[in-house]
């Protein structure tokens, strides 16, 4: 991966993290660190309150055809072509949830200013980075009980 994808990918994660952070109310959110105006914090809420309603719907499906993928991968009577479009359906409905996310993440990008967007983009990687360590921590922790 070339450094430019490195970047864009980094920045794109880091302004999702941020709009997701502003959904869930974090006390401790990066949000905080990016001294949003208030003018900000209500075109951020306005974003995220456009599509609940259709995410939930796609969310579900998604879950439903995952039930029904990992029912059919258990059954020695399904056929592979079945279990293919299954396959198929479940990578679409994700792929489309994950351009329905990218065009939020780009709104809510519109609105920070550059220095946001990266401050945003160094907060991320700081959290993803200490998720990570944690992680291992814990899987060390459970080897050894």
Do not use: C, W
Request: no cysteine; net charge positive.
């Amino acid at each position: 991966m070339t450094i430019f994808k490195k970047i864009i990918l980094i920045t794109i994660t880091s302004i999702f993290f941020i709009g997701s952070a502003l959904a869930q109310g974090h006390e401790q959110s990066p949000l905080k660190k990016l001294d949003l105006t208030p003018k900000q914090l209500n075109q951020i809420s306005k974003i995220r309150q456009d599509s609940p309603v259709h995410m939930r719907s796609l969310m579900s499906k998604l879950h439903h055809l995952k039930k029904e993928f990992q029912t059919m991968l258990s059954s020695i009577m399904t056929a592979p072509q079945l279990l293919k479009n299954k396959f198929n359906e479940v990578k679409t409905l994700e792929r489309k949830i994950a351009q329905v996310k990218f065009d939020r993440m780009l709104k809510i990008r519109a609105i920070l200013t550059p220095l946001q967007i990266k401050k945003a983009s160094y907060l991320f990687i700081q959290t993803s980075s200490n998720k990570k360590r944690q992680h291992r921590k814990y899987k060390e922790r459970s080897k050894h009980e």
